[in-house]
Each structure stands twice: as structure tokens, then as C-alpha cells.
């Protein structure tokens, strides 16, 4: 089971900011299963400047899921 986490304009999108899903194995896997929920939402996930922390630290591309993984969707930041 992992525990998601949306930040920003993620969780306005989505109406939600944090939730368990079972069944996913993998960061492709996990994006696929909340795509396949809300199209929107995967939409922006898959949107430049979008990065993914696992269990805390940044990662790009795909990852295996640990039994209890944290992923966080964090937005593009600005600023300056």
C-alpha cells in the first residue's frame, strides 16, 4: 500500500491531498492507476516541472514501491 501525497494546484485538481492505494508496485504503475481515475489529473502529473519524492528523496523516472512508500507529486515551483 502506498501513501500519495499531491501538493499545489495536484490537490486542487484532484480534490483530494492524500490517500492510500493498494496494489501498485511501481511509480509508472502507481501514475497509471491515478490516471486511469482522473485523466485530468494525470494529465498534469505527467506535465513538465512535475517531480516525484520517494519515501523523501527526489527520484526521476520509474521505481519500485516499497510495502508502506510515501510518494509526494510535488508541482513545478517558481520563484526567484
Known amino acids: 500500500m502506498a ?3 499531491l501538493f499545489g494546484r495536484l490537490s486542487d485538481l484532484a480534490g483530494w491531498r492524500e490517500r492510500e492505494v493498494d496494489a501498485v508496485t511501481t511509480l509508472d504503475a502507481l501514475r497509471a492507476f491515478l490516471t486511469s481515475e482522473d485523466a485530468d489529473l494525470g494529465a498534469a502529473l505527467a506535465g513538465p516541472g512535475v517531480q516525484v519524492a520517494l519515501d523523501q528523496a527526489i527520484v526521476r523516472g520509474d ?3 516499497g510495502p508502506r ?6 508541482p ?3 520563484g526567484g
Not at 512508500?69 to 510535488?74: I, M, Q, R, Y
Request: charged share 15%.
Open 3 to 5: 501513501r500519495v501525497l
Open 63 to 65: 521505481a519500485a514501491l
Open 69 to 74: 512508500a510515501e510518494v509526494a507529486f510535488l
Open 76 to 78: 513545478p515551483m517558481s
